[in-house]
């Protein structure tokens, strides 16, 4: 039993280690097929123009340039898949729980600005803090310098969705459209995006935070102020400088508010993109796919669709296919077996007589040197060579179907395997068969007082040729 497993064992390794490997890749992006012959360590040997795979030989398809953001695959073969559908080779699961918070439920992405400026009578009264005082102004950059992170930030979510959603963008595209989008912020205190884009995100969120922070301990200076004051004029401060007090003050508390909530969302945004980030960094634009090829014909669909990341952003639940390509692989080599009925013309020249008695009592004999035709059925063998030629051989048996002449002929020859689908085969050999022969010694030229020589004939085998055509009726293999 060990000796069985063994040799099992040995025989399967000869086996794999004998599979011829092949490459068939696709780029989505030039949209070209090339195909390639490999080694075992899966090394390009050999470029092929027309190929033909040997079979039971092991298909590498591989698929360039496939954005996974964009892009999900889904892979047919005739009447069986290839793989379960799906892309595959990538996870979007933790980035979709996440997208509907990241794009404000609707890809409403504009925020709350802040005020433009707040050096006006519309925000803060200049007359309750002096001409001179530069705090308001100083609040005021800060305000604007929040407003154009603000929306560059937004921008650059805009541009990294879009360039994400985009099946056509490689991942060097994409990296580098989102750079070129970052480094448009200008600020001293920034790190550059080419250098380190994890470095420009942090210092971004430092920037927005040390802002955020003067922005608050001024305003809240500027309350304070503005509390002393009013106690100070309690008794001699008129109505209308109490209402532009109040109205100030509570001017002053709602900017506190939505700086709050504005750099909380601005912040939060900039997590949102540096995980997109690192999730591009580490994503594969290769997809790889095996199959062992052990039919003759094989058509491979790759169907291309909107992946769910994309289709989650669309305005639309419907998913989109992108675009459909289809790979015919043509398989070399195996043995094939099937019947065929055939019409097959025997003939047994000098082997075969037809014998008679002359009106002198001469026995005499006649050759049967014509063709005689026969129902035949035939079981056709051949390695498979190509689709629409192939040679083999074939054995069967044969009835005649001329009138006086019976008995079963077996017949075996080559064969020449004609259709698509082997339908057709001309074959042409030996046939082994009945023929007629004198018995109790007599010989043809013998006198004799017989009247019916048939009685004194019998069937024996012997060879003749056969040429035919058959049709394919039932593969067996």
Known sequence: MRIL???????????????EKYRIQYDYKTDNFEYFKLNKAYEVIDTLSHPRFKRNSLIEIKMLNINPFAVNIKT??????????????????????????????????????????????????????????SRSSLVENKFSHLNTISSNVDALKRTFLANLTNPNLDKETILNNIKKVAALQ???????????????LASLKKIIKEDANFIVFNVNEMKGELSKKSDNQKESISLGELRAQNST??????????????SNW????????????????????????DYEIAADKVNLELKFEQSEF?????????????????VKIFSKGGFKINTSVALTLNNFQSKSFDYFIDENGIIGAEKNNYFIPNL??????????????????SFGLSIPIAEGINGVNYLFGPSLILGNKSRLALSAGVAFGPVKKLTNGLQVGDYTNLNDVDSFTKNVYDFGYYFGISFNIFNLK
């Open 186 to 200: 200008t600020d001293s205190r920034l790190a550059d995006p080419n250098d380190n884009f994890h470095v420009y």
């Open 76 to 133: 047919d073969i005739q009447e069986e898949e290839i793989h379960a559908t799906g892309s595959g080779g990538y996870n979007f699961g933790n980035l979709l729980g996440g997208i509907t918070s990241m794009t404000n439920g609707d890809l409403k992405l504009n925020i709350t600005k802040l005020p433009e400026n707040l050096d006006t009578p519309s925000y803060v009264n200049k007359d309750i803090f002096g001409e001179t005082s």
């Open 310 to 326: 994309a289709n989650e952003l669309d305005d639309d639940d419907a998913v989109t296919t992108l675009k459909t390509r289809h």
């Open 266 to 289: 601005t912040a939060e945004n900039l997590n949102k993109i540096e995980a997109l980030y690192t999730s591009l960094e580490s994503a594969s634009f290769e997809q790889t796919y």
């Open 249 to 262: 003050y509570s001017y002053l508390e709602s900017i506190l508010s939505q700086l709050d909530e504005s």
């Open 5 to 19: 497993l063994i040799t099992a064992l040995l025989l399967g390794t000869t086996f794999v280690l004998a599979q």
């Open 376 to 393: 035949s059925t035939l079981i056709n063998f051949y390695p498979v060579i190509s689709e629409n030629f192939n040679l083999g051989g």
